[in-house]
């Protein structure tokens, strides 16, 4: 079964949210030590809870990273445990090298760490890609990538914006990502090589779709960041399928550290957040 | 005291060669396990026997990452066993990410890890360098960068060289990188922000030196990967300062697995290769 299948399942049972998992030691309900042990016990157990409501996760690599070796053993726990949950996982680590190097990295993503996808940077070309993509078609299951093309931090447009060849260098991007996706399209219609499109500008999204007619999108930006569930809405296909909207902070951490209902407020938020992106 | 005089005392002493720590498990000499424990004893030995021809190191993340949580640890020896012996420290590790994710990133490398610098990707924009930027300045004693510019690899043209505003895309990065650096100037009157260069093409090398003289170069692509002393020579200052040329597997794999007489071959290496630079 292609990644692009197991990603369409996901969002067919339990719809388009993906639940970015970001620990910062000091949101941790105080029940939790401000350690690399307490966010492991404590995203594990954010797994259980929002379970119904989504159906992928995507742990940010860099704060397990700051938790030193240990931080990487909670991280390794928080991918094996959403597996045995059903999640599809992304690991949010925009790794990018080249050769042998990202040979190495996408071995880490895939089989080290045993993650389902992994979001990459373009920045160094074609050979800072094809190492990724060959290690993930070579996996069973097959794996997938999520390149950046348009990211939505209010910097994001300094160089991906800059025309280049009478276009924005992101729309080079996304050519070069739709010509990778469709070499391997599943089932569904989509590919392995997804792309990471903020959704702050409409009409970028409108365009991108276009462009990238077979490409799944994580959309990031929802929720703790000011996106709508509205905004994402030109990142689908008219199937429904094809795109995915994150939501880190807004629905993970919806509590103060000191408040002892913290479990019914992540339910309560990653219920709400599954039937505003449904709606 | 700053980065970049850190880092001219390093080139004052011993030279220009940067020894690129990227350990194979399958190259490693037989005697060591091929695994964490086996990389970590092998890279000790390499730092101590190249510790009179070169005064900077740069480990390769991707490589220990890809030995898992172990591997960090491993990581983080080496780090810190090169920081013992006097080495200026490059973490390669091409880290992009925006606001409190790129700081975590920062706070990754400069404190948990204690690396002296970091290698970035600029894709993300001004947000995904300033968090960077900010925590290696706050940091003691200061911490350094060095910025993906014009990478050596075959396809790093697709995107860094396509034409914007006319000019290719990596002479803006290359702009905004002498903007970031000149905030922050040391005694030998070069910055805190430098640029990752290759040195495949020399006129591109010497309009890149000119847009950015205050700025430390990091040449990829010495000894192995078939670049030559001469290759770099455009991309030093008159004052024989502002780059070091990297050297991976031509200075730390010299050698077939089998082999006993490996020490030597890497003390030759290494000897050679500053002599070489040098000359």
Chains 1, 2 share one sequence.
Not at 34 to 60: H, M, N, T
Not at 66 to 76: E, N, R, T, Y
Not at 89 to 98: F, H, M, N, P, Q
Request: a negative charge.
């Amino acid at each position: 079964m292609t990644f692009a299948d197991r990603l369409a399942d996901a969002v067919k049972q339990h719809g388009t949210l993906c639940m970015g998992i970001d620990p910062r030691v000091e949101m941790l309900p105080k029940e939790f030590h401000a350690d690399a042990a307490g966010v492991e016990a404590f995203c594990l157990k954010v797994l259980e809870l929002v379970r119904p409501y989504s159906g992928i996760v995507k742990p940010q690599a860099a704060f397990f990273e700051q938790l030193g070796v240990p931080g990487f053993a909670a991280m390794q726990a928080v991918l094996k445990r959403a597996k045995e949950l059903g999640f599809v996982t992304i690991l949010d680590a925009k790794r990018g090298d080249i050769a042998s190097t990202a040979q190495a990295y996408a071995e880490a993503a895939f089989q080290t760490w045993d993650a389902d996808s992994l979001t990459v940077n373009p920045y160094l070309g074609r050979d800072s890609i094809e190492p990724f993509l060959t290690v993930a078609r070579q996996s069973v299951p097959q794996r997938g990538l999520f390149v950046l093309v348009r990211t939505s931090n209010p910097g994001g447009g300094m160089f991906q914006n800059l025309p280049c060849d009478g276009q924005p260098l992101y729309r080079h991007v996304a050519e070069e990502v739709a010509r990778w996706n469709d070499e391997c399209l599943g089932e569904c219609g989509l590919g392995d090589v997804g792309a990471v499109v903020g959704a702050t500008n409409p009409k970028e999204l409108v365009e991108l779709r276009e462009q990238m007619p077979r490409v799944w999108f994580l959309v990031p930006g929802y929720g703790a960041q000011g996106g709508t569930a509205a905004d994402a809405k030109a990142a689908y296909r008219n199937d429904g399928l094809g795109a995915i909207v994150n939501s880190s902070r807004g629905v993970v951490f919806p509590f103060k550290p000191e408040e002892a209902n913290w479990e019914a407020k992540i339910v309560a938020a990653a219920k709400q957040a599954q039937a505003e992106l449904r709606a």
